[in-house]
C-alpha cells in the first residue's frame, strides 16, 4: 500500500520498577527501645527519626520503614520478622505495594 501510515511508539522504554512499602505494625507487648533498634539496625534510621516512627506507629497502629524494590523489601520485611522471633517480641513487619 502506498499510504500506509508509520505509527511511531512514542512511550518511553525505560522502566521504573515497582516499589513496595515496608511497614511496622503497632502491639501492646514490645519494646519501644526494641523497635528503636529495629529501624536503627535494619532502616538506617538515627535515634531521633526511630523514635519518631516508633511513636508514630505507637499511636497511629502503623508506621513506614522505608520503600524498596521487591527483593529489598521482602529481605528487610524477613530479617526483621526473624529478629523479632528470635527476641521473644511479637513485632511484625509487613510490605506493600506502593
Ligand atoms: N505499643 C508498644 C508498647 O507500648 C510499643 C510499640 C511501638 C510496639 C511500635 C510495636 O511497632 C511497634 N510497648
Same mark, same amino acid.
Given at each position: 500500500m502506498a499510504d500506509t501510515e508509520v505509527i511511531t511508539e512514542?512511550?518511553?522504554?525505560?522502566?521504573?520498577?515497582?516499589? $513496595?512499602?515496608?511497614?511496622?505494625?503497632?502491639?501492646? $507487648?514490645t519494646p519501644m527501645d526494641f523497635v528503636i533498634l529495629v529501624l536503627k539496625k535494619f532502616f538506617q534510621k538515627d535515634a531521633s527519626e526511630a523514635t519518631k516512627i516508633m511513636l508514630q506507629i505507637h499511636h497511629q497502629g502503623s508506621g513506614l520503614c522505608g520503600t524498596f524494590t521487591y527483593e529489598i523489601a521482602e529481605t528487610k520485611t524477613y530479617q526483621v520478622n526473624q529478629f523479632s522471633r528470635q527476641n521473644r517480641h511479637p513485632l511484625k513487619c509487613v510490605m506493600e505495594k506502593e
Open positions: 512514542s512511550k518511553s522504554k525505560t522502566k521504573t520498577p515497582p516499589l $513496595y512499602r515496608v511497614i511496622l505494625m503497632n502491639d501492646d $507487648y
